[in-house]
């Protein structure tokens, strides 16, 4: 059977984006532990951002991994898990906790240098 919304000798080309989209390549560096708490980490170190910023890094680590397999991992509605990940949100830390151990990262304090420490005070 011949195809009549092309002509005959036509052949359909399909065009291959020449560059891949940002999220896609950030989503698939993110499944990595190591960039992940890197990403968490630069967010952390930042003396601009606000705590808001590093909930916005952790929601975009939970997206790579998958909110569904995450909210799962974390114990956590996965509902409750899309509101916890929005920009306005304002989650209980211990949900942040969860959501972190679930894609294999972890917390850590650490001292400050003392310099930093007396401008403080």
């Keep these: 059977m011949i195809d009549e919304r092309y002509p005959i000798g036509y052949t359909k080309t399909v065009r291959i984006k020449p560059y891949a989209s940002y999220e896609d390549s950030l989503n698939k560096r993110l499944k990595d532990p190591r960039y992940a708490a890197d990403y968490l980490n630069a967010v952390l170190k930042d003396p601009e951002a606000k705590l808001s910023a590093f909930l916005l890094a952790v929601a975009d680590v939970a997206r790579a991994h998958g909110v569904k397999e995450v909210a799962h991992r974390a114990r ?46």
Excluded: Y
């Design 76 to 121: 956590l509605h996965r509902v409750g898990l899309h509101k916890m990940l929005r920009k306005e949100s304002n989650p209980e830390f211990r949900s942040v906790v969860k959501v972190l151990k679930a894609v294999h990262l972890g917390l850590a304090i650490q001292p400050q240098p003392l310099r930093s420490l007396r401008k403080a005070a």
